[in-house]
Nanobody, 113 residues
Framework: QVQLVESGGGLVQPGGSLRLSCTVS???????MAWYRHAPGKQRELVARITTDRSTKYLDSVKGRFTISRDNVPGAVYLQMDSLKPVDTTVYCC????????WGKGTQVTVSS
């Protein structure tokens, strides 16, 4: 079973940056990957996704601020988050797209002064 481990979250001031990492227990060659975020009481949002040829797509509210990237072997996905805003505060998770594996624990991002 594929295991996902997210890291890199933390507390940052508005306007700051974080780089999230997601390690996958195996290669992600041939698999689209994505970052999601899930705030309490809200539906999970697809924040960014990256195809096998590294084409990317972003949630409108993060365009120009977040950048998704990947390494196929070993499997890893990254999310560079710049110009962070308080509304970006929540738990971020990575997973395959569109057919997700079991979810990891995610990493908490808190943007606050």
């Amino acid at each position: 079973q594929v295991q996902l481990v997210e890291s890199g979250g933390g507390l940052v001031q508005p306007g700051g940056s974080l780089r999230l990492s997601c390690t996958v227990s195996g290669t992600i060659f041939g698999i689209y990957m994505a970052w999601y975020r899930h705030a309490p009481g809200k539906q999970r949002e697809l924040v960014a996704r990256i195809t096998t040829d590294r084409s990317t797509k972003y949630l409108d509210s993060v365009k120009g601020r977040f950048t998704i990237s990947r390494d196929n072997v070993p499997g890893a996905v990254y999310l560079q988050m710049d110009s962070l805003k308080p509304v970006d505060t929540t738990v971020y998770c990575c997973n395959a797209y569109p057919n997700a594996w079991s979810w990891g624990k995610g990493t908490q991002v808190t943007v606050s002064s």
